[in-house]
C-alpha cells in the first residue's frame, strides 16, 4: 500500500489558456478512503488521472509513499502500468467474450501469477462480493449491478497499492447503489487499501469517505472528514455542496439594539448567539449570509422574536420524515420535520437550532463564525 502526496499539481489546455488544475496540493494518507468532491468541470477526475499515469500534468510532483512517479520538470514520469495501481471507471468494461472468472484472472495471468494464486484470489474476491455463483458466466448474463461487481472484483484481485474509481456507481440504480456502496467500504476497510474515488454525488462522499477533497474550478475548496465539512463548510458553496436538501440562505443586517446583538431580516429578527458575537461586530450595519440546514429548524407554538414565519407551499413525505417547503416573502425555504405531526397548512413558525447557525461575508462568501 501507498500513501499519495502531490505537490503544486497543474494541468492546461490550450497552450495555458484553459487552467484545468491550479497548483493543487493535498496528501492522501495510506489506507485512507479518499474522495474526490464536486460539480462537473471542477477537474476532480482530471487529478486522478495525473495519480494514475493516464494524464501528464504540465507542472508539480506526485509521490507514491517516497516514490516520485511524476515531475515534468525534472523529466520523471512513470508509466501506469507501472504504478500498481488498479482503476475502475463508470462504464464496466469487461470483455464480452471472457466468463466472469476469466474477466477477473486476465490481469492476474499477464502478470505470470501462478495459476493456483490466481484461482485463489479469485474465489476470494468473488466470496467477498457475493459473486461466487457468477463465475462461469459471461457478461451478456449479468444485471447491471453483477457487472459492476465484477468490475470492482477484476480491479481489486490484483493486489494493488492504490484502488483508484471514476464514479464506478453511476450507471446503478438507487437501491443497488446504496448496496453496493456499502459492500465497497467493508471491501475497503477490509483490505487496507490507500482508494481515491470520485464523484459528484455528496451522498456517497458522506457515506463513504474519510477524507474529502472538495474541488470548484480547479482548486481545492476544502479538505477533511465528511463531519468538518458539513459542521464546518469554509464558505457558501461548501455549505450549499454538501447536504440534502440544501442549506437555507438569508440576507440579514447586523444590528445592536441596547446593547443587545440581532441578524435583521425583512420578515423576521433573529438574536446572535453570545458566541457569534465578537464576529460580527465587524460587520454592524451590514448585510450578511445567515445559513440554517432544513434539519436545524425547529417547530414551535407562537411567532415573534427569534422565529422564523413562512407559509406552507408544499410538502414532501420521505416516509420517516417531512420536507416542508414555507414562503419566506417571495423566498422559499426548508423544512425537514421529524415529529409526529402529519399535515401542514397556513402559517408555521420555525426556530433555528443556535448552535448550527452558519454566517458568510456577502461579498466574499466565506465562512465568518468558527
Given at each position: 500500500?501507498?500513501?499519495?502526496?502531490?505537490?503544486?499539481?497543474t494541468?492546461s489546455?490550450?497552450?495555458?489558456?484553459?487552467?484545468?488544475l491550479?497548483?493543487?496540493?493535498?496528501?492522501?494518507?495510506d489506507?485512507e478512503f479518499?474522495?474526490?468532491?464536486g460539480?462537473?468541470?471542477?477537474?476532480?477526475?482530471?487529478?486522478?488521472?495525473?495519480i494514475?499515469?493516464?494524464?501528464?500534468?504540465?507542472?508539480?510532483?506526485?509521490?507514491?509513499?517516497?516514490?516520485?512517479v511524476?515531475?515534468?520538470?525534472?523529466?520523471?514520469?512513470?508509466?501506469?502500468?507501472?504504478?500498481n495501481?488498479?482503476?475502475?471507471?463508470?462504464?464496466?468494461?469487461l470483455?464480452p467474450?471472457?466468463?466472469?472468472r476469466?474477466?477477473?484472472?486476465?490481469?492476474?495471468?499477464?502478470?505470470?501469477?501462478?495459476k493456483?494464486?490466481?484461482?485463489?484470489r479469485?474465489?476470494?474476491?468473488?466470496?467477498?462480493?457475493?459473486?461466487?455463483?457468477?463465475l462461469?458466466?459471461?457478461p451478456a448474463?449479468?444485471?447491471g449491478?453483477?457487472r459492476?461487481?465484477?468490475?470492482?472484483?477484476?480491479?481489486?484481485?490484483?493486489?494493488?497499492?492504490?484502488?483508484?474509481?471514476?464514479?464506478?456507481?453511476?450507471?446503478?440504480?438507487?437501491?443497488?447503489?446504496?448496496?453496493?456502496r456499502?459492500?465497497?467500504?467493508?471491501?475497503?476497510?477490509?483490505?487496507g487499501?490507500?482508494?481515491?474515488?470520485?464523484?459528484?454525488?455528496?451522498?456517497?462522499?458522506m457515506?463513504?469517505?474519510?477524507?474529502?477533497v472538495?474541488?470548484n474550478g480547479?482548486?481545492?475548496?476544502?479538505?477533511?472528514?465528511?463531519?468538518?465539512?458539513?459542521?464546518?463548510?469554509?464558505?457558501l458553496?461548501?455549505?450549499?455542496?454538501?447536504?440534502?436538501?440544501?442549506?437555507?440562505q438569508?440576507?440579514c443586517?447586523?444590528?445592536?439594539?441596547?446593547?443587545?446583538?440581532?441578524?435583521?431580516h425583512?420578515?423576521f429578527?433573529?438574536?446572535?448567539?453570545?458566541?457569534?458575537?465578537?464576529?460580527?461586530?465587524?460587520?454592524?450595519?451590514?448585510v450578511?449570509?445567515?445559513?440554517?440546514r432544513?434539519?436545524?429548524l425547529?417547530l414551535?407554538?407562537?411567532?415573534?422574536?427569534?422565529?422564523?414565519?413562512g407559509?406552507?407551499?408544499?410538502?414532501?413525505p420521505?416516509?420517516?420524515?417531512?420536507?416542508?417547503?414555507?414562503k419566506?416573502?417571495?423566498?422559499?425555504?426548508?423544512?425537514?420535520?421529524?415529529?409526529?405531526?402529519d399535515?401542514?397548512?397556513?402559517?408555521?413558525?420555525?426556530?433555528?437550532?443556535?448552535?448550527?447557525i452558519?454566517?458568510?461575508?456577502?461579498d466574499?462568501?466565506?465562512?465568518?463564525?468558527?
Amino acid at each position: 500500500m501507498a500513501s499519495i502526496t502531490i505537490k503544486d499539481m497543474t494541468v492546461s489546455y490550450n497552450k495555458g489558456k484553459t487552467l484545468v488544475l491550479d497548483n493543487l496540493s493535498l496528501k492522501v494518507e495510506d489506507g485512507e478512503f479518499c474522495v474526490f468532491l464536486g460539480p462537473s468541470g471542477c477537474g476532480k477526475t482530471t487529478a486522478m488521472h495525473c495519480i494514475a499515469g493516464l494524464l501528464k500534468p504540465q507542472g508539480g510532483e506526485i509521490y507514491f509513499g517516497d516514490k516520485l512517479v511524476t515531475a515534468p520538470r525534472k523529466g520523471v514520469f512513470e508509466q501506469p502500468q507501472e504504478r500498481n495501481i488498479a482503476m475502475v471507471f463508470q462504464e464496466y468494461a469487461l470483455y464480452p467474450h471472457m466468463t466472469v472468472r476469466q474477466n477477473m484472472s486476465f490481469a492476474l495471468e499477464t502478470m505470470k501469477t501462478p495459476k493456483d494464486e490466481i484461482a485463489r484470489r479469485v474465489e476470494a474476491m468473488a466470496d467477498m462480493l457475493a459473486i461466487t455463483p457468477l463465475l462461469d458466466r459471461r457478461p451478456a448474463q449479468l444485471s447491471g449491478g453483477q457487472r459492476q461487481r465484477v468490475a470492482l472484483g477484476r480491479a481489486m484481485v490484483r493486489d494493488a497499492n492504490v484502488f483508484m474509481l471514476d464514479e464506478p456507481l453511476g450507471n446503478l440504480d438507487a437501491k443497488l447503489r446504496e448496496q453496493v456502496r456499502y459492500e465497497l467500504k467493508k471491501i475497503q476497510r477490509k483490505l487496507g487499501i490507500t482508494t481515491v474515488y470520485v464523484t459528484h454525488d455528496q451522498t456517497e462522499a458522506m457515506t463513504m469517505a474519510d477524507h474529502i477533497v472538495l474541488m470548484n474550478g480547479g482548486h481545492i475548496v476544502q479538505e477533511g472528514t465528511p463531519s468538518d465539512l458539513y459542521d464546518h463548510p469554509v464558505n457558501l458553496f461548501a455549505a450549499i455542496f454538501l447536504g440534502t436538501p440544501k442549506i437555507n440562505q438569508f440576507d440579514c443586517v447586523v444590528t445592536k439594539k441596547n446593547g443587545a446583538w440581532f441578524f435583521e431580516h425583512e420578515y423576521f429578527t433573529l438574536p446572535v448567539p453570545q458566541d457569534m458575537v465578537e464576529c460580527v461586530k465587524p460587520y454592524e450595519g451590514k448585510v450578511i449570509i445567515l445559513g440554517i440546514r432544513p434539519s436545524d429548524l425547529v417547530l414551535v407554538e407562537g411567532s415573534g422574536e427569534g422565529c422564523i414565519t413562512g407559509v406552507v407551499d408544499g410538502v414532501e413525505p420521505l416516509g420517516e420524515a417531512y420536507l416542508v417547503y414555507l414562503k419566506v416573502g417571495e423566498q422559499v425555504i426548508v423544512f425537514k420535520y421529524n415529529g409526529e405531526q402529519d399535515s401542514f397548512s397556513g402559517q408555521l413558525n420555525l426556530r433555528p437550532n443556535a448552535a448550527k447557525i452558519h454566517l458568510f461575508d456577502k461579498d466574499t462568501e466565506n465562512r465568518i463564525n468558527a
